[in-house]
């Protein structure tokens, strides 16, 4: 009985598997599960190394991991969004001091072109904290080999750019200095143009 038994099952496993005589092409690039990239030898999604993607366009992206975590994939999801989220704002608080600074120099509202480095600090801080809220996990992945999860955050450009717009024109009425000059000149028009460019 156990020999019949076992028979049957070599005859399906060998019928299932199957036997294929066809070789891929010379010159064909195989085709894998993901448009991929290598993380210590595991092939992953490509945003996962923060490559961008077709979506990633009009948006501000980063990309956290976080341990996979005993207490389960909501909480470790979690973690590799706010890893994710941390590394987001950083990226953001530096496009805005860049694009601050650009502005100031452009619409000459300093004209010894000696730019307030902690009036552009500060600045740069609260655009950074209030446009990580429009901040969403557009992302996610994990490996058990690599006991890790991914997270990709993202939030609209164009979000960047009204919030940046809107707290710079709050900031510099606020600092007479540059508010006379910004006043006199087409400052308004520049800050668009210098926003529109990321």
């Not at 085709?31 to 366009?57: H, L, R, S, Y």
Request: hydrophobic content about 45%; glycine content about 4%; charged content about 25%.
């Amino acid at each position: 009985m156990n020999k019949i038994y076992m028979s049957v099952v070599i005859a399906l496993l060998t019928v299932l598997t199957g036997c294929s005589s066809k070789k891929p092409e010379a010159g064909k690039k195989l085709v894998t599960v993901f448009d991929a990239c290598m993380i210590k030898g595991v092939e992953a999604p490509k945003w996962v190394c923060g490559d961008a993607t077709a979506q990633n366009i009009h948006q501000l992206f980063d990309v956290g991991s976080a341990t996979i975590s005993k207490l389960g994939t909501g909480f470790t999801q979690e973690e590799a969004a706010a890893d994710a989220k941390i590394k987001l704002q950083e990226q953001i608080e530096t496009l805005a001091q860049e694009k601050i600074i650009l502005f100031i120099r452009r619409a000459q509202l300093d004209p010894k072109q000696d730019v307030d480095k902690a009036f552009v600090f500060l600045l740069s801080k609260r655009i950074g904290a209030k446009v990580i809220k429009k901040a969403r996990v557009s992302e996610y992945w994990k490996n058990y080999y690599l006991n890790l999860a991914y997270s990709q955050v993202v939030v609209k450009k164009e979000s960047f750019q009204k919030i940046t717009q809107r707290e710079v024109l709050l900031e510099i009425r606020q600092k007479s200095a540059y508010w006379e000059i910004f006043k006199n000149n087409n400052a308004v028009q520049v800050l668009e143009d210098v926003l529109n460019n990321i």
